[in-house]
């Protein structure tokens, strides 16, 4: 079964451009999770997709958007880029039930540097 | 306060060692308790999770939760050098809310 893939892997990009990340989940799965992670902060929650609704959102600023398609794959933008968005972007697929626990997989991430 | 505290570390212990990693929470509503294991350059895996309180053992790991404290942690017993990485842990209430996350090393 493959996992989670995200792409890129790694990104350069000038402060005040934008920058479009991917995630594709594992099949069957429903939910996508984005997280930001540094060494400052750790691992924070964006936002969660779940068959191609926002579910939930963490307290980041609207340059931070995404959206999830009809096969569950999701997209995560970052506009206006500044110097504090560099980091690593890890996506998450599960089920996505709510009532009972569903496994969180991880993507190995998009490493972002704003320069 | 922040819903979710964990020591930073860096934790070093020798090999053999019994090594205990712990989470302090805030938010009742937390019922799924976890565990994350995240080696350097790839994403977060998960160890163990535990729901609502108790103990959960699982191999050489065993978790603990007690909601009256809440309080979480992480046992190792006979800790071994592949353990070194950094341990993450987790509580779901309707989005899953992560400690920073304590960097542990075992000591050949």
């Known amino acids: 079964k493959a996992g989670v893939t995200q792409t890129p892997r790694y990104l350069i990009k000038t402060r005040g451009q934008q920058v479009t990340l991917s995630c594709s989940p594992i099949?069957?799965?429903?939910?996508v999770s984005w997280y930001q992670q540094t060494p400052g902060q750790g691992l924070q929650f964006l936002f969660e997709y779940f068959s191609e609704t926002q579910r939930n959102k963490g307290n980041f600023p609207g340059r931070f958007s995404g959206r999830q398609f009809s096969n569950s794959r999701s997209e995560m933008n970052v506009s206006t880029l500044e110097l504090g968005d560099s980091a690593l972007y890890l996506c998450?697929?599960?089920?996505?039930?709510?009532?009972?626990?569903?496994?969180?997989?991880f993507g190995q991430g998009t490493r972002l540097t704003v320069v | 306060q922040k819903e979710v505290e964990q020591d930073p570390g860096p934790l070093s212990v020798p090999e053999g060692a019994i090594v205990s990693l712990n989470c302090t929470y805030s938010n009742s509503a937390f019922q799924y308790f976890m565990w994350y294991r995240q080696y350097s350059r790839k994403g977060p895996e998960l160890l163990m999770y535990?729901?609502?309180?108790g103990n959960k053992e699982d191999g050489r790991f065993t978790a603990q939760v007690d909601k009256s404290s809440k309080y979480i942690s992480l046992f190792i017993r006979d800790s071994q050098p592949s353990d070194s990485a950094t341990y993450l842990c987790?509580?779901?209430?309707?989005?899953?809310?992560f400690g920073k996350g304590t960097r542990l090393h075992i000591l050949p």
């Open positions: 987790a509580m779901r209430a309707d989005k899953i809310i």
């Open positions: 998450a697929s599960s089920s996505g039930q709510i009532t009972s626990f569903s496994e969180a997989f």
């Open positions: 099949s069957g799965h429903r939910s």
């Open positions: 535990t729901y609502s309180s």
